[in-house]
């Protein structure tokens, strides 16, 4: 069974203290690894698609990186706007329709 | 270029009660996506549209949940009688393929009391 397990669950930095949000999964051939940012009461928004073990994508403060059992955010020099609930979600390929399995978030705050 | 969009945004209800969610995707976007989101947790699929037709629906509650998109284009999804175990945010995405990014609509919190 697809499963994606984040940690950690709550994660609090001072601005500019940099640091790594962690996305450990299992997938019968993976598509895609997914990441996206939600802030209260809003919808998750669309933040990288990664597809491949040892592919790296780049956003302004955020990096996101992928192997073949775990991705990882890297966040540096936060500032207290980066403050948000980050999903991981993966999309498995064989006989998978392409829809996501998320993990059930890790919510940074940022202090100025 | 405009999002997805639903309505209404909050809806509070009676257990029991019948209440319905209506989604408009990305101009263009194929695939429509229901997904159920409980506080504290990532959302969950309920169901998948392919133009109008259903993809996914295997998580679904068919006894109580209902959804349709006839035209390919709007959706609803209905709740009839709502438990209290559905109060959650119900999130409507969509995108141009099966496999490409979704893009999700702003979320209806439902409260059954």
């Known amino acids: 069974e697809d499963q994606v397990t984040q940690s950690p669950e709550a994660l609090r930095l001072q601005e500019g203290e940099s640091s790594s949000l962690n996305c450990s999964y299992t997938?019968?051939?993976?598509?895609?690894l997914f990441w996206y940012r939600q802030d209260p009461g809003k919808g998750p928004e669309f933040l990288f698609t990664?597809?491949?073990a040892g592919e790296e994508k780049e956003k302004e403060r955020l990096k996101a990186t992928l192997t073949k059992k775990e991705s990882f955010l890297h966040i540096t020099a936060p500032k207290p706007e980066d403050s948000a609930t980050y999903l991981c979600a993966v999309q498995g390929g064989y006989g998978n329709t392409g829809k996501l399995i998320f993990g059930q978030g890790t919510t940074l705050q940022v202090k100025p | 270029e405009a999002g997805v969009a639903q309505s209404p945004r909050y809806k509070i209800i009676e257990k029991r009660q019948s209440v319905a969610f209506w989604c408009n995707p990305i101009?263009?976007?194929?695939?429509l996506y229901w997904y159920q989101q409980i506080l504290g947790q990532g959302p969950k699929l309920l169901i998948q549209f392919q133009n109008n037709g259903v993809v996914d629906d295997s998580q679904l509650p068919k006894d109580r949940f209902s959804a349709e998109r006839l035209k390919g284009v709007d959706s609803t999804l209905k709740i009839q009688p709502a438990k209290l175990e559905d109060s959650a945010v119900y999130l409507c995405a969509s995108s141009s393929g099966s496999y490409n990014e979704q893009f999700f609509g702003p979320g209806t919190r439902l409260t059954v009391l």
């Open positions: 990664l597809y491949s």
């Open positions: 101009s263009g976007h194929a695939t």
């Open positions: 997938v019968s051939g993976l598509r895609g």
